[in-house]
């Protein structure tokens, strides 16, 4: 393996879900905001950076979250908490952002890429993919998917359950950078999904469209944070070669 790959895979097997967070060893909290900048820069469907993050470091809304996180100890120790927010609403302001950075790469360029570029972000994504508001749209496109898929492979989704499932992946794909960034800086992290999303979206002065991924509890794991040795069903049963 090449030297970075060896230094990826320290990284990724020294990375748990620690839940107790050392309060008495040093933590440099821009090791937070460097991570969430390296998520940022996570792959995400169409570009769109459907995702907002939050960092919760003051003393104050720490305490408030404890509860909110059904009193977790990932919560109740963590330094700084982190919520990964899904922002499928946002979708008309990131897609006339990407428009306007499509004019701005291809100019006046009329070539075959170039049109395709503005045409998508232009026509394809207002008209055929998030702009859905009864759902009608949503199940015309997947009968037209399922008719057309009869003869060739097609795209299968379409819906708005689908572009939701999407926007998670996407937060998630980001949430996974943060961690392993955090565990790169020397910290480490634990994912909470066993939360009161409600409450989280009213602490944050979420809107009521947005949806909370995931809170991710942040700091200096201590040596009691580690529950037990870790566990995966065997590379037989998940992987396959076809």
């Given at each position: 393996m090449k030297?970075?790959?060896?230094?990826?895979?320290?990284?990724?097997?020294?990375?748990r879900s620690v839940r107790?967070?050392?309060?008495?060893?040093?933590?440099?909290?821009?090791?937070?905001?460097?991570?969430?900048?390296?998520a940022i820069l996570s792959p995400n469907s169409s570009n769109m950076q459907l995702w907002e993050f939050y960092r919760i470091n003051s003393k104050e809304k720490l305490q408030k979250m404890t509860p909110i996180c059904l009193g977790q100890n990932a919560a109740k120790t963590?330094?700084?908490?982190?919520?990964?927010?899904?922002?499928?609403?946002?979708?008309?302001q990131r897609q006339k952002a990407n428009l306007a950075e499509m004019k701005k790469i291809y100019g006046d360029r009329t070539d075959k890429q170039a049109k395709r570029a503005i045409r998508y972000y232009g026509s394809i994504m207002p008209r055929y993919y998030y702009n859905d508001p009864f759902g009608v749209w949503g199940f015309i496109k997947k009968s037209?998917?399922?008719?057309?898929?009869?003869?060739?492979?097609?795209?299968?989704?379409?819906?708005?359950?689908?572009?939701?499932?999407?926007?998670?992946?996407?937060?998630?794909?980001?949430?996974?950078?943060?961690?392993?960034s955090m565990k790169a800086e020397g910290y480490d992290t634990c994912p909470m999904e066993g939360i009161d999303s409600l409450r989280v979206k009213k602490l944050l002065k979420l809107?009521?469209?947005?949806?909370?991924?995931?809170?991710?509890g942040c700091g200096p794991g201590s040596e009691k944070g580690v529950y037990s040795d870790r566990f995966r069903i065997p590379n037989e049963e998940v992987i396959f070669e076809v």
């Open positions: 030297e970075n790959a060896n230094i990826f895979d320290e990284i990724v097997n020294e990375r107790i967070f050392d309060a008495e060893a040093e933590f440099d909290s821009q090791s937070v905001h460097r991570s969430i900048e390296r963590a330094r700084e908490l982190v919520v990964i927010v899904a922002r499928k609403d946002l979708w008309r037209i998917f399922f008719f057309f898929g009869l003869k060739r492979p097609f795209i299968r989704h379409g819906n708005a359950t689908d572009i939701r499932i999407s926007v998670h992946k996407s937060a998630a794909l980001a949430a996974q950078t943060f961690m392993l809107p009521r469209k947005a949806e909370i991924v995931m809170v991710i």
